[in-house]
Structure formats: structure tokens, C-alpha cells
Nanobody, 123 residues
Framework: QVQLVESGGGLVQTGGSLRLSCAASGRSSSTYVVGWFRQAQGKEREFVGSIGWSGGSTRYVDSVKGRFTISRDSTKNTVYLQMNSLKPEDTAIYYC????????????????WGQGTQVTVSS
């Protein structure tokens, strides 16, 4: 089992920045791929980006490329989502998720999920 806890959400104005954290614990959690997803009210959960267990591989959805960056600190077993130049359409609940292998893009590919953290971007 892997436990994930997100933090860092909040209210920010358009153009602002936030950094979300995803703290992982549990067996072999440091070797898992971690993905970030978001779900806006009334919409399906969508892929934001993911990072490999070593931190050397990342992938992002086109809408956040150049604005969001995923990184991981192995010493803290924590993955970060740095979000810059935020837009109102980034408003959603953000979730981190973990899986033991490849950089997946679909929610069903991930085995473990955090509880989510709300990000609200005001216009």
C-alpha cells in the first residue's frame, strides 16, 4: 500500500503561482511513478502530468506545458507540482496518484490516490 497526501492548494489570482506537494509513504513508494490529475466541477478527471520514479522523466498535458513543472525530492519522498501563470481554467481539485510502472495518462492506470487539494484561480 502507498499513502498519498496532497497539500498546498488555495486561492490565487490570475497569473499567480502555487506549489502543490504530494507526500508519499508506504512500501516501495519511492519507486512509484506519480501522476497529477485535476477535476473541475462538473467535469471528468483529467491528466495534468507525471514523473518517473527517478525524476528523470516527465510528461505533461499540452494545456500546462511551459507553465507547470513536476519534480520530486527522494530524500523527502515528496513530489511537487509547481504551477505558474495560473488561469481561471486551472481551477479544480488536484489529486496526486501513484502506480508502479510507466508514465500513465489515464486515471484507471493508477492504483493509489490522495484526497485532493482545491486550487481556485480568480479572474
Amino acid at each position: 500500500q502507498v499513502q498519498l497526501v496532497e497539500s498546498g492548494g488555495g486561492l490565487v489570482q490570475t497569473g499567480g503561482s502555487l506549489r502543490l506537494s504530494c507526500a508519499a509513504s508506504g512500501r516501495s513508494s519511492s519507486t512509484y511513478v506519480v501522476g497529477w490529475f485535476r477535476q473541475a466541477q462538473g467535469k471528468e478527471r483529467e491528466f495534468v502530468g507525471s514523473i518517473g520514479w527517478s525524476g528523470g522523466s516527465t510528461r505533461y498535458v499540452d494545456s500546462v506545458k511551459g507553465r507547470f513543472t513536476i519534480s520530486r525530492d527522494s530524500t523527502k519522498n515528496t513530489v511537487y507540482l509547481q504551477m505558474n501563470s495560473l488561469k481561471p481554467e486551472d481551477t479544480a481539485i488536484y489529486y496526486c496518484a501513484a502506480r508502479p510502472s510507466n508514465l500513465g495518462r489515464e486515471p484507471y492506470e493508477y492504483d493509489f490516490w490522495g484526497q485532493g487539494t482545491q486550487v481556485t484561480v480568480s479572474s
